[in-house]
């Protein structure tokens, strides 16, 4: 596979989605460029803005296995990766695999449960296993996490720590549809009766493990110049340099930012990466990743708004 044949499957799987999604198109070029650049994605907003429907969507027109997680107050680490069961008929353990076992996993409204619970999935996240009194036990190779989590200012909600954010290639924030996507949105479903089915709207499916793993080469082999790669760099280190930001954003997120980079760039049927790449994703990417200053708070000003100012002032090579 190609580039523009990675490019082809995007158009696909964004018209696929179309069927049962109204909006939400930068939502599923995130989601595109998350799981080609092998990442994870932080979904926020409002409940009854399509984010576990997205997910189920996504994960059906690229035919990935999808396990959902509903997390709450009194979830346990081990409801999340399984455990080791005794089995009295072999007088042995045996591993009750939990619901990480899987390729795309919805962790549905992930800040409703405490810290602990939520470390459970890190070593998932980073390293695509999960150990097991002791033992690692391998995920899928196309593992990816989409987390939806409520506003914090919502009552019953535990703040991501900076850790568990940092696994998070992009957080993207949802906002309430426009009144005519709203009009579109009733006109389709409030005429249903249950819960909406990707399968029954008609939604196909338009790959599968073969072709994901040949577009996963494809974006392997896009270039990134040097010239590129010390923009991201630099656009990173700013973030470090601000007075607006009491903590800026980690060389992991300069190496994730220059990968999600490359896979835009697939999706857009190019073999290399340019500054718009960067300068396009470097919001989603990065929000999550820094802290306001305590004097950029009291001046009412927000983390989208200071790394918007940084992409303005970073020279961008030509």
């Known amino acids: 596979m190609n580039v523009d044949e ?8 964004r018209a696929e989605i179309g069927k049962a999604i109204v909006g ?7 989601l595109l460029t998350a799981l080609f650049a092998r990442g994870h994605v932080l979904l926020e907003g409002p409940p009854g803005t399509a984010k576990t429907f997205l997910a189920q969507c996504f994960a059906r027109t690229l035919d990935l296995g999808f396990g959902r997680i509903q997390f709450t107050p009194d979830l346990m680490p081990a409801d999340i990766i399984g455990a080791n069961l005794f089995n009295f008929q072999t007088s042995s353990f045996t591993l009750n695999p939990g619901p990480v076992f899987t390729e795309l996993l919805l962790a549905d409204e992930i800040n409703r449960t405490p810290p602990k619970t939520q470390a459970a999935l890190l070593e998932a996240m980073q390293e695509r296993r999960v150990t097991i ?10 593992f990816m996490v989409v987390a939806t989590q409520n506003p914090l ?3 019953g909600t535990y703040p991501l720590p900076e850790a568990q954010l940092d696994r998070f290639l992009f957080k993207q924030a949802l906002q309430y549809p426009s009144r005519q996507e709203e009009l579109a949105i009733v006109a389709a479903y409030g005429v ?4 909406a089915d990707p399968a029954r709207i008609g939604v196909a499916k338009v790959a599968g493990a073969k072709a994901l793993a040949a577009a996963h080469r494809a974006v392997a082999g896009v270039r990134l110049n040097d010239d590129v790669a010390a923009y991201v760099v630099d656009l990173v280190r700013a973030t470090r340099e601000t007075s607006d930001l009491s903590s800026g954003a980690s060389p ?11 896979a835009r760039a697939a999706l857009d049927g190019r ?16 929000r ?15 983390a989208d708004e200071v790394i918007r100012g940084l992409v303005e002032q970073a020279a961008a090579p030509r």
């Open 192 to 195: 249903q009766s249950g819960q």
């Open 288 to 302: 999550h990743r820094v802290i306001l200053s305590p004097a950029a708070e009291i001046e009412g000003r927000r």
């Open 153 to 155: 200012e919502q009552q």
């Open 271 to 286: 073999d290399y990466a340019i500054p718009d790449d960067v300068k396009a994703l470097a919001l989603p990417a990065l």
């Open 252 to 262: 992991r997120a300069a190496a994730q930012l220059a990968l999600a980079a490359r």
């Open 6 to 13: 990675v490019k082809a499957l995007a158009e696909q799987v």
């Open 133 to 142: 009194d002791g033992k690692p036990h391998p995920l899928s190779d196309s």
């Open 24 to 30: 939400q198109s930068e939502t599923v070029d995130l």
